[in-house]
């Protein structure tokens, strides 16, 4: 059995809407031979969430994460992250808060949009709430909210202050979920084209996110975005964005296999705190 590309970078845990204790999604690394592991709460918000890290408890947080750091030393390379909204021009990755945070990485990811109506909307939901939410707070404009959605991703991409991008197109899932063939049509690739190449532009790394893997078969970015990543010669790294400690390692020997037919021969590792380029080792 291979060990290599054994690494995640998108873990959440009890601190934020995680269903254990970090110290098991680090057992679990351990167990299944990762070489290094990175624990990525949501970041706390300017307002509160039941899904975010609470800002007070931040301290507890990079305490556990050191505590465990000392635990498992020469075992794993465990690292702290967080996963920060993309708010707005105040509150983002790049944000004075976030930068002076002693964290080894960030991810730059957008689940909230504001609406016409002045309403927050948490566009990271299951199928049946975003449609409902794209009635009640966007009258129904699908794209209009798609391209909101990018926009503000290419405005997080300009703003930087993060290590990858979050699941880059998750949106497309929920969207298809509302007009079948979205994804096919032209205004839809051109604006997604022009996110890719902005991200390409400005030197950031995307993650493929392989949460939805097991249940849907999909990765973000969509796998048919692959070739634009080989082209567009932008790094990738696989996360699963894992919520429960038994889903560390799902979809992740299946997205290195579809990089690698697409062409694209290293991910980017955590190696002694610095990103490295580490060969795909294709079974
Ligand atoms: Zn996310
Ligand atoms: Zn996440």
Same mark, same amino acid.
């Given at each position: 059995?291979?060990?290599?590309?054994?690494?995640?970078?998108?873990?959440?845990?009890?601190?934020?809407?995680?269903?254990?204790?970090?110290?098991?999604?680090?057992?679990?690394?351990?167990?299944?031979?990762?070489?290094?592991?990175?624990?990525?709460?949501?970041?706390?918000?300017?307002?509160?969430?039941?899904?975010?890290?609470?800002?007070?408890?931040?301290?507890?947080?990079?305490a556990e994460i050191a505590r465990l750091q000392d635990l498992y030393a020469g075992r794993i390379e465990l690292y702290a992250g967080m996963e920060i909204d993309y708010l707005d021009e105040t509150w983002n990755p790049a944000s004075p808060y976030f930068q002076q945070l002693p964290l080894d990485y960030r991810i730059g990811s957008v689940h909230l949009l504001r609406a016409p109506d002045g309403s927050i909307v948490d566009i990271d939901t299951a199928e049946e709430p975003f449609a409902r939410n794209l009635e009640a707070h966007f009258g129904g404009d699908l794209r209009h909210?798609?391209?909101?959605?990018?926009?503000?991703?290419?405005?997080?991409?300009?703003?930087?202050?993060?290590?990858?991008?979050?699941?880059?197109?998750?949106?497309?899932?929920?969207?298809?979920?509302?007009?079948?063939?979205? &994804?096919?049509?032209?205004?839809?690739?051109?604006?997604?084209? %022009?996110?890719?190449?902005?991200?390409? !532009?400005?030197? /950031?790394? =995307?993650?493929?996110?392989?949460?939805?893997?097991?249940?849907?078969?999909?990765?973000?970015?969509?796998?048919?975005?692959?070739?634009?990543?080989?082209?567009?010669?932008?790094?990738?790294?696989?996360?699963?964005?894992?919520? &429960?400690?038994?889903?560390?390692?799902?979809?992740?020997?299946? %997205?290195?296999?579809?990089?690698?037919? !697409?062409?694209? /021969?290293? =991910?980017?590792?955590?190696?002694?705190?610095?990103?490295?380029?580490?060969?795909?080792?294709?079974?």
């Amino acid at each position: 059995m291979t060990v290599a590309n054994r690494t995640n970078y998108h873990s959440h845990c009890s601190f934020c809407d995680g269903k254990a204790p970090i110290g098991d999604f680090v057992a679990e690394a351990v167990r299944r031979g990762f070489t290094s592991y990175g624990v990525s709460s949501h970041a706390p918000l300017p307002f509160s969430a039941p899904w975010t890290l609470d800002r007070e408890r931040v301290g507890e947080y990079l305490a556990e994460i050191a505590r465990l750091q000392d635990l498992y030393a020469g075992r794993i390379e465990l690292y702290a992250g967080m996963e920060i909204d993309y708010l707005d021009e105040t509150w983002n990755p790049a944000s004075p808060y976030f930068q002076q945070l002693p964290l080894d990485y960030r991810i730059g990811s957008v689940h909230l949009l504001r609406a016409p109506d002045g309403s927050i909307v948490d566009i990271d939901t299951a199928e049946e709430p975003f449609a409902r939410n794209l009635e009640a707070h966007f009258g129904g404009d699908l794209r209009h909210l798609v391209e909101a959605y990018f926009d503000k991703l290419i405005r997080m991409v300009e703003t930087g202050g993060f290590d990858f991008v979050g699941h880059a197109d998750k949106m497309s899932y929920n969207a298809s979920f509302c007009e079948k063939g979205l &994804r096919e049509r032209t205004w839809f690739r051109d604006k997604l084209r %022009a996110y890719f190449e902005r991200i390409a !532009a400005c030197g /950031r790394m =995307v993650e493929i996110n392989t949460k939805k893997y097991g249940s849907c078969g999909v990765f973000f970015p969509h796998r048919d975005l692959f070739g634009w990543l080989r082209e567009l010669r932008i790094p990738v790294t696989v996360n699963s964005d894992a919520h &429960r400690p038994e889903r560390i390692d799902e979809g992740r020997s299946e %997205a290195l296999a579809a990089l690698y037919d !697409a062409g694209i /021969r290293t =991910v980017a590792e955590l190696r002694a705190g610095r990103w490295t380029e580490v060969p795909i080792d294709r079974p």
